[in-house]
């Protein structure tokens, strides 16, 4: 009986083992980088370890003797970018958890595909998103004012939302260049609470999208891009 069983504690041995590697490695790699590490695990590739940290991918060996950052782990036989497939995972999230009582919401056509946005209003690449954006139909937009740029992005954020219309008053400014010339003078907490709310996913550029299936994309994408993006996930 005991032997029939051996096969099964070995294995909760190793992977009791293996866990505890992994737990004093992130120990070791907060201490020497000074940062929180979200993950560590084993690459796969070379004997590496990937860190995960401030939404970024680290490669280094167990004994941290070099790191790599901000290259690209490329698989050898495939070609396949492991880096970024890998961050695609590590950086999605719910489409549900994002506060979208906080987002400019547009309806195109029936609405039943949905993306959401955070854009600074002078975000020169927003802008262009921006008129991509209203080639699309049958789609839910979300769009959070995140300022990021200057205290004159706060200003324009402001006006936009406490504008009658803000939708209105984004595309206004977006696609057609009229600056909004609103007051200021309604709650724009929710604005502040964006910004929290986004350093949180270490969102650090604008555009910076999130699709119904979670995956985010920094960056503005191409309009063909984005009409193959939701046709895969409406």
């Given amino acids: 009986m005991f032997k029939k069983h051996l096969p099964v504690l070995a294995l909760s041995i190793i992977a ?14 907060e201490a020497r980088l000074g940062t929180k590490v979200e993950s560590i695990v084993k690459s796969g590739y070379l004997g590496l370890y990937e860190v995960y940290t401030e939404g970024n991918i680290l490669y280094t060996d167990e004994k941290m003797t070099a790191f790599i950052a901000g290259g690209q782990l490329i698989d050898g036989k495939t070609l396949r970018n492991v880096t970024e497939d890998r961050l695609k995972k590590l950086t999605a999230i719910k489409f549900s958890d994002l506060p979208l009582e906080r987002a400019i919401k547009q309806v195109r056509g029936d609405g039943k595909r949905v993306i959401a946005t955070f854009e600074d209003p002078n975000c020169g690449y927003c802008k262009r ?17 995140y300022p990021i740029l200057s205290e004159d992005s706060t200003k324009k954020s402001r006006q936009i939302w406490c504008a009658a219309d803000r939708a209105k008053a984004w595309n206004d400014w977006m696609v057609d260049g009229r600056a909004p010339g609103g007051k200021e003078d309604c709650d724009v907490s929710a604005i502040a609470r964006n910004q929290d709310f986004g350093r ?15 995956e985010r994309v920094p960056g503005a994408m191409p309009l063909d891009k984005l009409q193959q993006k939701l046709a895969q996930t409406k």
Avoid: C, H, S, W
Wanted: overall charge negative; glycine content about 8%.
């Fill in 16 to 29: 009791g083992a293996v866990q505890a590697d992994e737990t004093e490695l992130k120990k070791a790699m």
């Fill in 129 to 145: 998103l921006a008129k991509d954006l209203q080639k699309l139909d049958n789609v839910t937009i979300y769009t959070f004012l």
């Fill in 200 to 214: 949180r996913l270490n969102i650090t550029g604008t555009p910076t999208l999130f699709f119904g299936d979670g």
